[in-house]
């Protein structure tokens, strides 16, 4: 996979390119990255990639000339790259967006800057893309963002092959949580069932985790998407534990207002029904 990157300031990626998974996939090949530097397409001595807007308004607009002079020279090199513009009013990128990208055969990233870009060159590229509804000064930590998200689908860019397919929402659910040593910390130890080696109960543990993670964190995500009948289980067991929560503080309730002199036997009651399933 080949990433080709559009900018005014190619200097930021060169920390993002000698660090971490990045930098190990571009030493074995797994990915190359290439960083053009729109000024050398500007078509005055001074190198000027932008310019005051049309209609008066604050701000200045990246020109039309270097950015589709550019695109051209990055799709004469690749020409099966779908180029994308990073842009607030683009796709939001996902991680099922993520997998699609990771599909191409290249993909070339144009980074606007200042108020934006100069709308003739939308028909230059392939698609508009952003990594949420926020604006930042310019396209260059989105980039970086989509190429680390896309990268580490990559077969053979993280260590173990089926790593990308446990995140976080790659089945559609938050991941489940993680554990290393020591056993206790501030009194808090690892799920012992982490420390069993059966790694059927193991799995059944992550998937309840999981699951439970994405209902109390990210309940959004389960909406519509189709429940196997194991998570099925899992919420309504949890399901259980709310009712018996919510039925807990009824009696407690009930129990308070009948007087101080029950208060100790009601609060002792509260604790029996809040115990184990």
């Known amino acids: 996979m080949n990433f080709t990157v559009l900018t005014i300031f190619p200097d930021m990626f060169i920390p993002f390119r000698e660090h971490g998974i990045i930098r190990r996939a ?37 020109k039309a000339e270097p950015l589709i ?95 990308a ?11 489940h949580a ?13 799920p012992e069932v982490l420390l069993s080696g059966n790694h059927k109960e193991i799995e059944k543990w992550r998937l309840e985790s999981a699951v439970v993670r994405t209902f109390l964190k990210r309940p959004d995500l389960l909406e519509n998407r189709p429940l196997s009948q194991e998570e099925r289980a899992i919420l309504k ?4 534990h709310v009712d018996r929560i919510l039925q807990a503080q009824s009696s407690c309730r009930a129990d308070s207002s009948s007087g101080g002199q029950q208060e100790q036997g009601a609060d002792h009651i509260c604790r029996d029904q809040l115990g184990p399933a």
């Not at 397919?165 to 991941?175: A, I, N, P, Q, T």
Request: proline share 3%.
């Open 237 to 240: 067991k949890w399901g259980g």
């Open 69 to 163: 002079a550019a695109i051209r020279a990055a799709k004469r090199r690749h020409p099966s790259a779908k180029t994308m513009l990073l842009s607030p009013q683009g796709r939001v990128l996902t991680q099922k967006k993520a997998h699609e990208l990771a599909l191409s055969e290249g993909l070339v990233f144009v980074c606007g800057r200042y108020e934006g870009v100069d709308e003739r060159i939308v028909d230059f590229t392939d698609e508009e893309i952003s990594i949420g509804d926020y604006v930042l000064t310019g396209g260059e930590l989105a980039v970086m963002v989509i190429i680390d998200a896309v990268a580490r689908l990559i077969p053979g860019v993280l260590g173990g092959e089926t790593s």
């Open 165 to 175: 397919e446990k995140d976080s929402f790659s089945d559609g659910l938050l991941e």
């Open 26 to 62: 571009l030493e074995q090949s797994r990915i190359s990255l290439s960083i053009v530097n729109l000024r050398d397409f500007a078509l005055d001595k001074h190198h000027v990639t932008d310019d005051r807007p049309y209609g008066g308004g604050c701000g200045m607009v990246m």
């Open 178 to 190: 993680h554990y290393t040593r020591p056993r206790t910390c501030e009194g808090d130890a690892v």
